[in-house]
């Protein structure tokens, strides 16, 4: 089992920044890989950036160039950088993980909501 825990999200102006944790607890597991994805109201949720143990990123092309997903590896932890926000960006964040076991796993959520 293992345990998601987010924290960083919040209200900012747009034009403002962010920074999301994640942090992944638990025993017996190894991460294949961890994303963010988020969900405005009204939507379905949606990735929008994830990093794969060895590192490899990818972004959704609504958040390419404004936002940065990063991991340390010793703590376990994903962060989402996130530059440049827009009204948009508006929405709960998700974190989730994969581990080696190709089990998945979500974190509650943290709200980030962005004024225009």
């Known amino acids: 089992q293992v345990h998601l825990v987010e924290s960083g999200g919040g209200l900012v102006q747009a034009g403002g920044s962010l920074r999301l944790s994640c942090s992944a607890s638990?025993?017996?597991?190894?991460?294949?890989?961890m994303g963010w994805y988020r969900q405005a109201p009204g939507k379905q949720r949606e990735l929008i950036a994830s990093?794969?143990?060895?590192?490899?990123?990818d972004y959704a092309d609504s958040v390419k160039g404004r936002f940065t997903i990063s991991k340390d590896n010793a703590k376990n932890t994903v962060y989402l950088q996130m530059n440049s926000l827009k009204p948009e960006d508006t929405a709960v964040y998700y974190c989730?993980?994969?581990?080696?076991?190709?089990?998945?796993?979500w974190g509650q959520g943290t709200q980030v909501t962005v004024s225009s």
């Open positions: 638990g025993s017996g597991f190894a991460i294949n890989a």
């Open positions: 989730n993980c994969q581990t080696t076991m190709l089990r998945v796993y």
């Open positions: 990093i794969a143990s060895i590192g490899i990123t």
